[in-house]
């Protein structure tokens, strides 16, 4: 691709680099420059004007970006994406329903590195994405990509899938609250709003709620009933968990459950 400044006379059928405000309005960058363009120019009174010129073995930005999507994300629909069309050499990529973004962090490398007119930017791998949200771009920084680099990254890319949203299998959840004496029944009912939120975010619904003591004995009778009717039980505790042997630990256990871990580390944030 050629690209700098030509005379006016010579611009016709080049790619205006830059935007052009003119008296009787303006010109975008990347339009392709008519003749009546360049009269429009003229009368401006402009001499010069920076423009680009696709040369052979060039693909077009949004050519280049719009095969490039196709082979990050073949078969989108199945992959729980969809693509926008390209324009102004980029083509978004968003999430068509909620769940844990999955990307091949190499695959994307591999794709960055093939030239520095392709890039490819993602969310990060186990991203949490709701529907529509973007989770992918593909922008070809220039007015055109090298035949052969976009054919490169196309092969590295090849036929497998570097994106895809893994979607949420539960379809429902029920929750246990614990409260202690003296509560406000405001708070209980906080946390519950809270986790049917996160919850309705992934798509899946809140079955059941229930409210027992904190106490080993009744947690442990809620979250065996409440095992029964969906296909996740969480517990919200009114009291933070301070031992392996505290209630909720406990209580898991005497439900007939097995604590994996006890402690996360989460902080900052």
Do not use: W
Request: overall charge neutral.
């Amino acid at each position: 691709m050629k690209f700098g400044s030509v005379p006016v006379d010579q611009a016709t059928g080049a790619i205006l680099a830059h935007s052009l405000r003119l008296t009787d309005g303006a010109l975008k960058k990347g339009r392709v420059l008519t003749a009546e363009d360049v009269a429009r120019l003229k009368v401006e009174g402009l001499a010069e004007v920076t423009v680009a010129r696709l040369e052979a073995g060039d693909a077009p930005e949004d050519t280049a970006a719009a095969r490039i999507a196709a082979a990050l994300a073949p078969e989108a629909d199945a992959l729980g994406l969809t693509l926008s069309a390209a324009a102004t050499g980029r083509v978004n990529l968003f999430a068509a329903r909620p769940g844990v973004l999955r990307v091949d962090a190499a695959a994307i490398t591999a794709v960055n590195t093939v030239d520095e007119a392709i890039t490819v930017a993602t969310l990060p791998d186990y991203a949490r994405v709701r529907a529509r949200q973007m989770a992918a771009t593909v922008k070809i920084i220039p007015y055109a990509a090298p035949e052969a680099a976009v054919a490169e990254a196309v092969a590295v890319l090849g036929n497998g899938a570097a994106l895809r949203v893994a979607g949420v299998a539960l379809r429902n959840a029920a929750l246990v609250l614990t409260v202690t004496p003296g509560m406000k029944p405001s708070v209980a009912e906080k946390g519950a709003e809270a986790m049917r939120g996160r919850l309705v975010a992934l798509g899946v619904e809140l079955a059941a709620t229930a409210i027992v003591p904190h106490r080993t004995e009744a947690l442990a009778g809620a979250v065996a009933d409440a095992a029964g009717k969906a296909d996740l039980v969480l517990v919200l505790t009114a009291s933070a968990t301070s031992d392996r042997h505290d209630v909720c630990p406990a209580a898991i256990t005497r439900a007939g459950g097995r604590v994996e871990r006890f402690g996360m580390p989460v902080d900052p944030g």
